[in-house]
């Protein structure tokens, strides 16, 4: 069971906005740590999609986004495309431990 | 270019031991925390150690304390794993990365190892 809770898998149709939701506790998001997220295509190494919950590193499109509120947080893809189907996962720091969520499966139908 | 690369896995017997490296370039390796992430077959992302710029400090999952240590060797620009008493669910793939902040930057393609 993981520190930070995803829904298992979410979908959407092409074109479509999907969001990705991220719950944690007072020990992590809560506490003020910043939410990171990756994306992990089949077969792939993870990577870095939005890091410190809103901030894209260069080469992300602006399709993905982030957001952090209280004990939970975010992501979101607007335009969905085939490309997009994948593994995400959200991830921050709580009690001396870098923690994952357990990685939500992204289908585009 | 930053790259990632790791080596050492492999099939191993309960009990073994195996030590993983990381290959570092396209950027100065001792201006950063490295970590090492693995991923079980069909499962998630689960940080596994983490280790300061000179080595000074060093982080672990509760699950592998005393049973592996994180190393480096900044004239080598590389990063390693000292696996030892290994368990049927340390099998999995291991990925170095480079942190940033909080946060995992930079992935190697990972290297494989099986307990069994």
């Known amino acids: 069971q993981s520190v930070l809770t995803q829904p298992p898998s979410v979908s959407g149709a092409p074109g479509q906005r999907v969001t990705i939701s991220c719950t944690g506790s007072?020990?992590?998001?809560?506490?003020?740590?910043?939410v990171h997220w990756y994306q992990q295509l089949p077969g792939t190494a993870p990577k870095l999609l939005i890091h410190?919950?809103?901030n894209r590193p260069s080469g992300v499109p602006d399709r993905f986004s982030g957001s952090k509120s209280g004990t939970s947080a975010s992501l979101a893809i607007t335009g969905l495309q085939a490309d997009d189907e994948a593994d995400y996962y959200c991830?921050?720091?709580?009690?001396?431990?870098?923690?994952f969520g357990g990685g939500t499966k992204l289908t585009v139908l | 270019e930053v790259q990632l690369v790791e080596s050492g896995g492999g099939l191993v017997q309960p009990g073994g031991s195996l030590r993983l490296s990381c290959a570092a370039s396209?950027?100065?390796?001792?201006?950063?925390?490295m970590s090492w992430v693995r991923q079980a077959p069909g499962k998630g992302l689960e940080w596994v150690a983490n280790?300061?710029?000179?080595?000074?400090?060093?982080y672990y999952v509760d699950s592998v304390k005393g049973r592996f240590a994180i190393s480096r060797d900044n004239a080598k620009n590389s990063l390693y794993l000292q696996m030892n008493s290994l368990r049927a669910e340390d099998t999995a793939m291991y990925y170095c990365?480079?942190?940033?902040?909080?946060?995992?930057?930079?992935w190697g393609q990972g290297t494989l190892v099986t307990v069994s």
């Open positions: 990365a480079r942190v940033r902040g909080n946060c995992f930057d930079y």
């Open positions: 396209g950027f100065i390796f001792s201006n950063y925390w």
């Open positions: 280790i300061k710029q000179d080595g000074s400090e060093k």
């Open positions: 007072s020990s992590n998001i809560g506490a003020g740590y910043d």
């Open positions: 410190s919950n809103n």
């Open positions: 991830q921050s720091f709580s009690l001396s431990n870098w923690v």
